[in-house]
């Protein structure tokens, strides 16, 4: 398995570009998050899903979307980037059928400038 | 909302204890859990508490008293590659996380 995947790894915006972040796990796992981490900041989270087809918001999703076709993927849009979006963003997932725990994907690093 | 306290920095010698303490008030508490997280990756588990009591696990251990919202994680015989953010993060509602700031330890030799 290859766990929780992310890409790209790296990506600089210019203000009002769009792009999506994509997040791909193998282990069949319901539920999976969103999350973006400030410098010397806990994680806040963005939005989650509970399944395909299912996404509720987070603490802070404003500036953001996402969607649910697949168990696999989970992509986070963003429409017009602004230099408060300039952050890290990791994705997680967990089976809540087995665990209570989240894995983490290998974050992506994104500046708006 | 959930509301989160843990101490910023903490400085210990090589082979020292180092103790972690995380406060929380929060709604819809499922338990609590620890992360460890190196400077440019992503956090990885190090701990779960649910119930009342400590935890071990090798050097590691972490205790919960839920009637006090409050949590520690306790670090044994330092290593220098135990220098890393620690997040207290708490479970709640369809099992999200709420996160503190970290505390960032730092072993010297």
């Known amino acids: 398995n290859a766990g929780v995947t992310q890409t790209p790894k790296f990506r600089i915006l210019k203000i009002g570009q769009s792009m999506t972040l994509q997040c791909a796990q193998d282990?069949?796992?319901?539920?999976m998050y969103w999350y973006r981490q400030d410098p010397g900041m806990g994680l806040k989270l963005i939005y989650y899903?509970?399944?395909?087809?299912?996404?509720d918001k987070g603490e802070v999703p404003n500036g953001y979307n996402v969607s649910r076709s697949t168990t696999e993927d989970f992509p986070l849009r963003l429409e017009l980037a602004a230099p408060s979006q300039t952050s890290v963003y990791f994705c997680?997932?967990?089976?809540?059928?087995?665990?209570?725990?989240?894995?983490f994907g290998p974050g992506t690093r994104l500046t708006v400038l | 909302g959930q509301n989160i306290d843990q101490p910023t920095e903490m400085t210990a010698t090589e082979g020292a204890i180092v103790q972690i303490n995380c406060t929380y008030q929060?709604?819809?508490?499922?338990?609590l859990f620890w992360y460890q997280q190196h400077a440019g990756e992503a956090p990885t588990f190090l701990s779960y508490?649910?119930?009342?009591g400590l935890e071990e696990k090798g050097r590691f251990s972490s205790f919960l008293s839920r009637s006090k919202g409050y949590s520690y994680l306790l670090l044994k015989e330092l290593q220098m590659k135990d220098s890393a953010s620690y997040l207290c993060?708490?479970?709640?509602?369809?099992?999200?996380?709420?996160f503190g700031a970290g505390t960032t330890v730092t072993v010297r030799a």
């Open positions: 508490n649910v119930l009342d």
């Open positions: 997680a997932s967990l089976d809540s059928s087995s665990t209570d725990t989240q894995y």
């Open positions: 899903s509970v399944g395909a087809g299912i996404t």
């Open positions: 929060t709604s819809g508490f499922n338990g």
């Open positions: 993060a708490v479970s709640f509602n369809d099992y999200k996380l709420s």
């Open positions: 282990m069949n796992h319901n539920y």
